[in-house]
């Protein structure tokens, strides 16, 4: 393989990455950890070796939002055509919990108490030979309101629920389950 900028920027990247994920897990106690990993195109992933290099986080910060009955939030993605957690890209100068809040109001207009860190996934990403990863933090809160209203300035965001079981085609639906059951089943 030559070395290339594309080999620098991946090489940035989980450097900014390693960081980015020990001062998330340093600061949190009792989340769940995944691994994941995607195959991407060259343009795709120089996109999110850049974000990650800028961030530490490829896919920016969610906010798992649930009501005490147990109900989970989920909004409708339309580019990935999937319900999804509320959350997007880290802005200049915000924290992970920030974004996740930010995130959480503009796509579904939900205000919530933040109880801490549910899910840390490190999320390895691939591209022929080259290869990177960022941390996705999802934060956990118990929701104040209630009633969702989608204001999304990006409009990718169509529809915001609330499930007492997750649909089949709720992205990361696997982890999702095994953190309601942490949650609720193990913790009370």
Known sequence: MTLDDLWFLATEAEQHAEQ??????????????????YEVSRYRFRTLAQRVSETGAPYGAHTAVYRPSGE????????????VLPGGGVHEGESYRETAERELYEEAGVEA????????????????????????????????TTTPTVDDPDGEITDAKWFDELPANTRDREQLVAWQEDRFISRG
């Open 20 to 37: 980015a994920y020990h001062r998330l897990t340093d600061a949190y106690t009792q989340f769940l950890e995944f691994d994941r990993t």
């Open 72 to 83: 989970l939030l989920l909004v409708w993605h339309e580019g990935v055509d999937m319900w």
């Open 113 to 144: 108490d933040y109880e801490g860190l549910a899910i840390a996934t490190r999320t390895s990403i691939r591209c022929g030979d080259y290869s990177t990863w960022g941390v996705l933090p999802v934060f956990q809160a118990r929701a104040e």
